[in-house]
């Protein structure tokens, strides 16, 4: 069993949908982070939470620690947010990753 | 503009060649990683360096090796040993190795097997 699940793996949905990502992870960390990969293969570091809850324009991460457990959320989804939403967790010395979670938006 | 580098875009290796892969920061960032990354696989750390002149094996680093001459440089070689070496190769880097640091990463080399 992977220590970092992400769910779904694939995920489509229509412009202006509400979309949530999922992210479990069985160790003890000391951070979250959410990943953007473009078709290209360049990641972006979305969000690096450790507790409680993150906004950054119509996207959103939370975290419950008790639970081991994060969701990303995007509002209004436009197909500009078509990639790949990788989460990973900081557990000293490095980041473990999760496999993904492919998402397309259509117009 | 501050960012990370790497190239080649695309990389072709031979059987039995080595070949090495750039990494570049401008960002003053003392540590540096490489990752590999496999469809259908979450990403693998190969190496990473908290300091110049200091780099610690990951968890795949075998056929694999590195340098860290100078601060902003953080060059891969695949060599010869290593017998699947077609996959994404993505490199990064952090301000330090602290807890929970952000890192940055390249755009990635896509290495092919001839």
């Known amino acids: 069993k992977n220590e970092v699940e992400q769910s779904p793996q694939n995920l489509t949905a229509q412009e202006g949908e509400f979309i949530t990502i999922n992210c479990s992870y069985s160790v003890g960390i000391s951070a979250l982070h959410w990943l953007q990969q473009h078709p290209g293969g360049g990641i972006v570091s979305l969000f690096m939470?450790?507790?409680g809850k993150k906004k950054h324009g119509r996207l959103i991460a939370t975290i419950n620690i008790q639970e081991k457990h994060s969701s990303l959320h995007i509002t209004a989804s436009h197909p500009r947010d078509s990639a790949v939403y990788i989460c990973?967790?900081?557990?000293?010395?490095?980041?473990?990753f999760g496999t993904g979670t492919r998402l397309q938006v259509f117009p | 503009d501050g960012g990370i580098t790497q190239s080649p875009k695309y990389l072709f290796r031979k059987e039995g060649q080595n070949v090495t892969l750039s990494c570049e920061q401008n960002?003053?960032?003392?540590?540096m990683y490489w990752y590999r990354q496999d469809p259908g696989q979450g990403l693998r750390l190969i190496y990473y360096s908290q300091i110049v002149n200091d780099f610690q094996k990951g968890d795949i680093a075998e056929g694999y090796s590195v340098s860290r001459e100078k601060k902003e440089s953080f060059p891969l070689t695949v060599t010869s040993a290593q017998k699947n070496p077609t996959a994404f190769y993505l490199c990064?880097?952090?301000?330090?190795?602290?807890?929970?640091?952000?890192?940055?990463f390249g755009p990635g080399t896509r290495l092919l097997v001839l």
């Open positions: 990064a880097s952090s301000f330090s190795r602290g807890t929970g640091e952000t890192q940055y």
């Open positions: 939470l450790s507790s």
């Open positions: 960002l003053n960032h003392d540590a």
């Open positions: 990973a967790v900081t557990r000293l010395p490095k980041l473990i």
